[in-house]
């Protein structure tokens, strides 16, 4: 095992896909993709092109490709929305000349990974007051406040996709179409239910970012982009390696419009997210799979496991409800000193956090296996 060489101890991951415990447990036919693209190499543009074709299939949209993560996605995204299909405006960025580089956000979507819009050269500007989170009233942003917002410099409207994210993602859109405005989507967590990898760009996103390490159960650092396709064309020119020969650069079919620039740019601000033949592999072979896991399968499966983690159950036991249901264990206080039990334990297992103010620790299916299951129950048991 390549840890005990490397002097690592694994752990049972029952926190989720978290990137700071390594995300999930990848199938084996995600993982043979990824060792079987390894043995030869590939033009990476055409890698791109069977990406789009899977990406397209599985959500509708124009086109796709595959990133090195959502929060690259997000950065791609947003370079896309900054430069367009300008290869000057793409040269340039972080700088934008002519200042339009604003994308407007509603105050309560704000979060620590939209920092990747300012990375790519854009600034933030924050509308609207969530009266409903600090208390004295109910409401949140309005989408005429958004509309409000849009001047000369706006470049695009970023939208964290959330189950509680006010306005609706329709009616953000719809301001946005009536300035031609782009609006990014951050859905990097939303999965499953699968349907959402349908349902943004339905609901008028133009571009979409999804994580491939977490439920799609892809490589770590993968992610999907998808939207628009001289938007994701342009994200794609901005992280390809363009050391090329101008006069012999043939784009493929899903990439047509990027064979009508007026020049290429050089390696763009997405060089430093650049994702490798394997991590397209794997995430294309994820992705087929999980589109042909039918909802009910999927929640059955997780269902299955969250209830071997519940062992012979017992007080202070419970299984939560929703799209991944968990074990919720009713610790109290002392509810810190039991993960770190848990975590010095053998085998070392590693829980949710979430809800320690309430008492609760939260042991979540997806980045486990049924047999680490089973021993979580055994452990929660023997502790309890
Ligand atoms: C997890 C997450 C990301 C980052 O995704 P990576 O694939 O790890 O880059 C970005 N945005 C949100 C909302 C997330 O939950």
Known sequence: ??????????????????????????????????????????????????????????????????????????????????????????????EVADGRREFIV??????????????????????????????????????WEIEEAIGPNTAGIYYLAQTQSK????????????????????????????????????????????????????????????????????????????????????????FAMLGQLRGLPHHGIGRSCKVGKEEIAGLITALNRFVAELPAARHARLLGRATRMLGAGGEGLSLTSGPVPMLAWKVGEGVRAMAAKLLAGVPSIACGMGRADEGVLLFNPMAITDVQADAIARAIAALR
């Not at 694994?10 to 390894?38: D, F, H, K, W």
């Not at 939209?114 to 208390?135: M, N, Q, T």
């Not at 938007?231 to 784009?251: H, I, K, N, R």
Request: hydrophobic share 45%; charged share 20%.
């Open 1 to 94: 095992m390549i840890y005990d060489e490397l002097g690592v101890k694994p752990l049972i991951n029952a926190a989720g896909t978290v990137t700071r415990l390594s995300g999930g447990i990848m199938a084996p036919e995600v993982a043979e993709a990824m060792r079987q693209a390894s043995l030869a190499c590939v033009d990476m543009v055409q890698m791109q092109a069977a990406a789009c074709r899977a990406i397209r299939a599985a959500t509708g949209a124009e086109a796709g490709i595959v990133t090195s993560g959502a929060s690259a996605a997000v950065l791609l995204g947003a370079g896309a929305c900054l430069a367009g299909l300008d290869p000057g405006r793409m040269n340039r960025l972080p």
């Open 106 to 143: 509603v105050r309560s979507q704000r979060n620590m990974y939209d920092r990747a819009i300012v990375v790519a050269g854009g600034k933030l500007v924050e509308v609207g007051i969530p009266d409903r989170y600090s208390g004295p009233g109910v409401r949140d942003a309005a989408a």
């Open 167 to 254: 306005p609706t993602l329709r009616e953000v859109a719809s301001v946005a179409r009536r300035h031609g405005l782009p609006v990014l989507v951050d859905a990097a967590a939303q999965l499953p239910p699968a349907s959402n990898l349908r349902d943004y760009l339905e609901e008028g996103a133009d571009l979409v970012c999804f994580s491939g390490g977490k439920a799609l159960g892809g490589p770590q650092s993968s992610g999907i982009l998808a939207g628009r396709a001289d938007l994701v064309g342009s994200a794609l020119l901005q992280m390809l390696d363009l050391d090329v020969d101008v006069e012999t650069w043939a784009p493929p079919r899903e």
